[in-house]
């Protein structure tokens, strides 16, 4: 069981590039989330996903889109990278998105630096 | 607006000291409550959830809803426990998203 996957984990682009990180669920879970985590500022939610077809604004949406077409897949693009995007990114998904809803699983994280 | 405080950006303990770390949230209706901790090269993982009542490593975290707290505590730190903690409440509006704290760093000592 692979659970959340997430590529690549390390990446560097040029400020102007565009790119995506791919996350995958292997766990049928209906609600996906994508965080960027900076020293000092935690874990903050860009987009998050409670089912295919269905996306939403976290805290920090803007300069990223998401997508969600499938169950398994949640991918978040980076359409004009900026230095300010450098950071690490960690998708997380989790069964429930009503009352008693599971705990979050967590991917092994993205690395990005944009020079 | 939903606000998740950590104060302690760093928190450093004898091991064997009691420790504590704090959370509190400023959210509408009742969250979920939960804590995550990430150890040095793994991934983020539950720690405890508070619906739970576990008690996890030697870990409890008691809600407060007249403080709007959920702080961690651990009578016996131990160096194992060495990691950064996240608390993390879960909203109860559409979607249910979980928004986390700064998060606090753990370090304790020999």
């Known amino acids: 069981n692979a659970g959340v996957t997430q590529t690549p984990k390390f990446q560097v682009l040029k400020t102007g590039q565009s790119m995506t990180l791919q996350c995958a669920q292997d766990m049928n879970h209906e609600y996906m989330s994508w965080y960027r985590q900076d020293p000092g500022m935690g874990l903050r939610l860009i987009h998050y996903s409670v089912g295919a077809g269905i996306t939403d604004q976290g805290e920090v949406p803007n300069g990223y889109n998401v997508s969600r077409s499938t169950t398994e897949d949640f991918p978040l693009r980076l359409l004009s990278a900026a230095p300010s995007q450098t950071s690490v990114y960690f998708c997380a998904s989790r069964t429930g998105t009503g009352l008693n809803t599971g705990e979050l699983f967590f991917g092994e994280g993205s690395r990005l630096t944009v020079l | 607006a939903q606000r998740v405080t950590q104060p302690e950006k760093l928190l450093s303990v004898f091991k064997g000291a009691p420790v504590e770390l704090k959370c509190n949230y400023s959210?509408?209706?009742?969250?979920?409550l939960f804590w995550y901790v990430q150890y040095s090269r793994q991934r983020l993982q539950l720690l405890l959830r508070h619906i739970s009542r576990e008690s996890i490593k030697g870990f409890t975290a008691d809600l407060n809803k007249g403080e709007t707290s959920f702080h961690l505590k651990k009578p016996f730190a131990q160096e194992e426990d060495s990691a950064r903690y996240y608390c993390?409440?879960?909203?109860?509006?559409?979607?249910?998203?979980?928004?986390f704290g700064a998060g606090t760093r753990l370090f304790v000592k020999a």
């Open positions: 959210y509408s209706g009742s969250p979920e």
């Open positions: 993390a409440p879960t909203n109860p509006d559409r979607g249910f998203k979980t928004i």
